[in-house]
């Protein structure tokens, strides 16, 4: 069971975190959650990380679980990336000389890429670890709300949209259930918050996206299931290819069968080796 704490404080309210600690740990692992979600709904990762001796170092995104803003209003972006930022560093001084890893899933993986490419801290994980992102959506958007959701975007960026997910498409019931009727999920997104996602999983997959060059050499396992129904794999594919013919080191791995929350798996799968997947790709930067 985690640890709550205050990671941050401003005159809007706080940004609550989660801590999975672990004595003597062989490196920290910390998660950004996905739309909808919050970060101590990574309960059975963070178990599993803990066993392999990896402490584990979460928050709440804004708009989510019990961080500021109103629920879905994750944004806007500039202040997601100073969240990051003071999550490596409470993780930095929680555990000191501990690798640190930098994980993220579904627009929790479209942050990471981001502040992989322009984060204030982005070359200081060991590694990068990044599951199911938002760079592409399985159901696009009609260019005509697009523009719109444009537009509110800029007049009322705060304004609430529904974002509502069929959980049968997530993962494994066994591990996914309770998630619509979990009182701290919601179904919502802001209008920045979604244009945000999608203009940055364009600049993502087109290699647009302002870029410091810092993380360019810092490992990544980059992975997405093959019946995700939520993110398209195309928009991985593309990026994956891209950066590797760039020379980055990227581990891509499609896992057949497996839906939107590779790590909760799919029909026939609980996940365990996705998991797996990870504790070993982080044991060995520790």
């Known amino acids: 069971m985690y640890e709550t704490f205050t990671l941050r404080q401003t005159g809007k309210g706080i940004i609550e975190g989660q801590h999975w600690p672990v004595d003597h740990p062989r490196c920290v692992v910390c998660i950004i959650h996905g739309i909808g979600e919050y970060g101590g709904r990574y309960e059975r990762v963070a178990g599993r990380f803990n066993e392999a001796g990896y402490a584990v170092i979460a928050m709440d995104l804004?708009?989510?679980?019990?961080?500021?803003?109103?629920?879905?209003?994750?944004?806007?972006?500039t202040e997601i990336m100073d969240d990051i930022s003071a999550l490596i560093t409470y993780a930095?001084?929680?555990?000191?000389?501990?690798p640190l890893i930098l994980?993220?899933?579904s627009m929790g993986g479209n942050i990471g890429l981001d502040y992989r490419r322009r984060g204030?801290?982005?070359?200081?994980?060991?590694a990068y670890i990044i599951t199911a992102p938002w760079i592409r959506l399985a159901r696009p958007i009609p260019a005509a709300l697009y523009y719109l959701m444009k537009?509110?975007?800029?007049i009322r960026p705060s304004m609430i949209l529904s974002s509502a997910v069929d959980e049968s498409k997530l993962g494994n019931p066994e591990n996914v259930l309770p998630y619509n009727d979990n009182p701290m999920v919601h179904n919502k997104i802001s209008a920045l918050c979604a244009v945000e996602g999608f203009e940055i999983g364009r600049g993502l997959e087109r290699g647009t996206l302002a870029e410091s060059g810092r993380a360019d050499h810092i490992p990544m396992l980059l992975m997405h299931g093959t019946d995700d129904q939520i993110c398209d794999i195309t928009g991985t594919q593309k990026l994956a290819q891209r950066i590797t013919r760039q020379g980055q080191p990227v581990e891509?791995?499609?896992?057949?069968?497996?839906?939107?929350?590779?790590?909760n798996g799919g029909p026939d799968s609980t996940g365990d080796e996705v998991i797996d997947?990870?504790?070993?790709?982080?044991?060995?930067?520790?």
């Open 277 to 286: 997947k990870m504790v070993d790709f982080i044991g060995t930067f520790c």
């Open 62 to 77: 804004r708009g989510h679980g019990h961080s500021m803003n109103k629920w879905g209003h994750c944004a806007p972006r």
């Open 92 to 98: 930095q001084l929680t555990y000191k000389d501990v």
């Open 120 to 126: 204030g801290l982005n070359d200081v994980p060991a």
């Open 103 to 105: 994980y993220g899933h």
């Open 151 to 154: 537009g509110m975007a800029k």
């Open 252 to 263: 891509y791995i499609e896992w057949e069968g497996l839906y939107h929350e590779i790590h």
